[in-house]
């Protein structure tokens, strides 16, 4: 390929790609794709596309690459993950000391400033975390906030905690009066160390829309909520998205309604951040790492931690506040949702929506399409339920690529025995539960690719998805999430969102090793994908496009 690339702001009306393979349902051997406008006009063969060239003003000549429906990333906090981007990156600290001299150096760069840092895993950690006086040393008396790589949890120095309110002494939920805060604590903090001026919010945003851009993503799921940002944050968003160069923001607003007035006036709050529904981060738990998850038996690694030896997390919400957030969601005509981690959080959600169905009946609530985030350890039960109640499942693959497995977080946490039983995405999707795929960046970074390649080759045998399906819940799904139905094909008459692909050879994979498929033989016409086996180069995005505008141009796609 060469350079000589279309400039991004010259928005040529028909353009015609020429590639190696065409992902499109039309014609499971297309070689290229027409966009007229904002729409697809056309998908069919190279053959056939000679036909095409005079309707073209602009004919782009890929013969190595690969066309696809653009992802949607299902579960993101985009002003903390520009923040994230922005500030320092703990993920690679393996103690106390590495932490404290990289916010020494950053407090050295900028004196005065917020030191704002993510990423940090103390799970792996052979020593104690930081204190408050020695955070404090480190950054000279600088605000210091350190979020966990959960955000569940973060590091914080005396000046941060007193503009928090936190006073020495406790009262506040979720800190003893050291470095860590979880809980309450935690998102004063939270809120404390992001009060950003409009034009550091703006920047923030924009930088992490431009990265997942970059990434093939045309779409983010932003999963607000009261303790996680501001309805400004959303409104932001909304002009950001309204402007139509960034991937399109579909925001949800993680606060808790008692009745219909209260969900009427938690919308009203937001309005005009095209709010879809009170969904996102309404935690019914917290996390793993920060052993907030809500469990039915305690955790695993409770020794030397002070924590009661009976610890089974912290509950936010119970079946009966589910229940009622879901029944007058229903009522008006929004998508409720919850994150939920823990057994026990995804028992309160099904009691809660068991009793959401007798109020309001199973048409109702199911055709209301509600959604939940994560959702990790459940049973049949559970998964047979959420189906049969036409609930929509985000997932995070990337999750188990980076926790799960005999030696890692989860299996510290839970003993391996419940570890190998998280994530189970085969028999989510066996059941019939809509599926969609999403990072929760800036937890896991925005990469759809590795999502997909961790959904179809999980840490336990036998939970992984096809290949295929990974990838329809990485593109179609999240759409399907957001009740946007049709969306996320490359068909004529589709919106032109997809993403063009620099790929090596295209296989047809199963969804387990041991089973020959039809599907997997060239002859049945199922359209190939790139090589997600572990250890293969992953796809890199040349384009990015958004209802036929350009996002992304890495610049090599010849004209």
């Keep these: 390929m060469t350079s000589a690339a279309v400039p991004a702001d010259a928005a040529p009306r028909r353009v015609l790609y020429l590639a190696a393979s065409v992902y499109s349902p039309a ?135 007193e503009r928090a309110g936190l006073r020495d002494g406790g009262g506040t939920e979720g800190w003893d009066g050291g470095a860590l805060v979880t809980l309450a604590a935690h998102d004063a903090a939270r809120d404390a160390g992001r009060r950003l001026t409009p034009a550091e919010r703006g920047r923030a945003q924009r930088r992490a829309l431009d990265a997942a851009a970059a990434t093939g993503v045309a779409a983010v799921t932003e999963c607000a909520a009261p303790h996680v940002g501001s309805p400004d944050d959303l409104r932001s968003l909304r002009a950001l998205s309204d402007a139509g160069d960034v991937p399109e923001v579909l925001a949800y607003w993680g606060a808790l309604a008692t009745d219909e007035a209260s969900a009427r006036a938690a ?198 998805l096809s290949a295929r399906a990974a990838f329809l819940a990485g593109t179609r799904g999240g759409w399907r999430a957001a009740r946007r139905e049709g969306e996320g094909v490359l068909v004529p008459g589709a919106l032109a969102t997809l993403a063009v692909w620099s790929v090596g050879d295209l296989v047809v994979q199963a969804a387990d090793s041991r089973v020959s498929s039809w599907s997997t033989d060239p002859r049945s016409g199922v359209p190939g994908l790139p090589d997600l086996s572990p250890g293969a180069p992953r796809p890199r995005c040349l384009r990015t496009l958004r209802a036929g505008r350009v996002l992304h141009d890495a610049g090599e796609l010849a004209a």
């Design 27 to 161: 014609d499971p051997f297309a070689t290229a794709v027409l966009v007229e406008g904002d729409r697809v006009a056309w998908v069919g063969s190279e053959e056939a596309a000679e036909a095409q060239r005079a309707r073209a003003d602009v004919v782009v000549e890929a013969p190595d690459a690969l066309v696809t429906p653009a992802f949607v990333d299902a579960h993101v906090h985009v002003t903390e993950t520009g923040l994230a981007l922005e500030g320092l990156d703990l993920t690679a600290v393996g103690d106390a000391g590495a932490l404290l001299a990289a916010v020494a150096d950053a407090a050295r760069r900028s004196p005065g400033a917020v030191v704002r840092g993510h990423g940090w895993d103390d799970a792996a950690w052979a020593g104690p975390l930081p204190t408050r006086a020695e955070l404090d040393r480190a950054a000279d008396g600088a605000e210091v906030l350190l979020s966990r790589v959960d955000v569940h949890s973060a590091l914080v120095s005396t000046a941060l905690a």
């Design 267 to 464: 919308l009203a709050d937001v309005e005009g951040a095209g709010v879809l529904g009170l969904a996102g981060d309404l935690c019914v738990d917290g996390s793993y790492g920060s052993r907030t998850a809500w469990l039915r038996a305690p955790y695993a690694d409770l020794e030397g931690t002070g924590l009661p030896v009976d610890h089974r997390g912290d509950p936010h919400l119970d079946a009966a506040q589910v229940a009622a957030h879901l029944v007058a969601c229903t009522r008006v005509g929004v998508q409720g949702g919850f994150h939920v981690i823990g057994d026990a959080a995804a028992d309160a959600l099904i009691e809660g929506l068991l009793a959401a169905e007798r109020e309001v009946g199973t048409p109702a609530l199911a055709g209301a399409r509600h959604r939940v985030e994560h959702l990790e350890a459940v049973d049949a039960r559970v998964v047979a339920e959420l189906a049969r109640l036409g609930v929509v499942a985000s997932v995070q693959p990337a999750f188990d690529a980076v926790w799960g497995g005999p030696d890692r977080l989860y299996a510290s946490r839970l003993g391996v025995e419940r570890a190998t039983a998280l994530n189970p995405f085969a028999a989510l999707a066996s059941a019939g539960l809509p599926l969609a795929l999403g990072s929760d960046s800036p937890v896991t970074p925005v990469d759809p690719w590795a999502g997909v390649a961790a959904a179809a080759s999980p840490s336990t045998a036998g939970h992984g």
